[in-house]
């Protein structure tokens, strides 16, 4: 079975500052993807960033990072320049594909961005 | 184009009562889930859809749920005799197993949830 874990339940950045957030995840797969999604109030849950996991160059879309490590299963998300609107739940979600689309999603850590 | 719509939004129900929940997909996107997520938690597996048929419902908690998908488009989440437990907000998400579009393969588009009271 796969497991994602997300250690932070709460964090808070001041705003303009660096916030990392973390991810482990336990799979016995080769092939699989990850991805960070974003659940403002609204309810939305909303893609942030994706990793193939065979590819070793870590992912990047403007301000968001992921520090992807496969050995040590780990997958990190740094958001740089934290703004207002970075307030939200964050999950990190496993997909495994070579059997079925199934997602499984960790915990969630709620980040604040203070002004 | 438009995302993953769901209605209801919210919708408050009575012990014992059937409900349903409907979740329209993105245009042309074959593969459909749904995720049960409740206060606190992230979002668990229901059901996933490619087209019309049901390829894994493994994640059904008990026979009360029921899901169809009968054109390959819309799908509907029935939940008999609805007890306490099954309040939570119900997500419906939509893929494509062919990446097109600009749009990366199996990357999962979320509706914005029912959120199912039951009293």
């Known amino acids: 079975a796969q497991t994602v874990t997300q250690s932070q339940p709460e964090m808070s950045v001041q705003e303009a500052e660096t916030v990392t957030l973390s991810c482990t995840y336990d799979t016995s797969e080769s092939n699989y993807y990850l991805f960070w999604y974003k659940q403002p109030p609204s309810r939305q849950m909303i893609l942030v960033i994706r990793?193939?996991?065979?590819?070793?160059q870590n992912a990047t879309e403007n301000r968001f990072s992921v520090n992807f490590q496969k050995a040590a299963k780990s997958f990190s998300l740094k958001i740089s320049d934290s703004q207002l609107g970075d307030t939200a739940m964050y999950f990190c979600a496993f997909l495994r594909t070579n059997t079925g689309n199934q997602f499984y999603f960790g915990t969630g850590t709620s980040l604040t961005v203070i002004p | 184009g438009a995302g993953v719509s769901q209605t209801p939004s919210n919708k408050v129900t009575e012990k014992g009562k059937y409900v349903e929940l409907r979740c329209d997909p993105i245009?042309?996107?074959?593969?459909l889930y749904w995720y049960r997520q409740s206060l606190g938690q992230g979002p668990e597996f229901l059901i996933y859809f490619q087209g019309t048929g049901a390829a894994d419902d493994s994640g059904l908690p008990n026979d009360r749920f029921f899901a169809v998908r009968p054109e390959g488009s819309v799908s509907t989440l029935k939940i008999q005799r609805t007890e306490r437990g099954d309040s939570a907000v119900y997500l419906c998400?939509?893929?494509?197993?062919?990446?097109?579009?600009?749009?990366?393969?199996?990357?999962?588009?979320f509706g914005p949830g029912t959120r199912l009271t039951v009293l």
């Open positions: 245009s042309g996107h074959t593969a």
């Open positions: 998400a939509s893929s494509l197993t062919l990446g097109s579009g600009g749009q990366s393969r199996d990357t999962q588009y």
């Open positions: 990793q193939e996991a065979y590819k070793q």
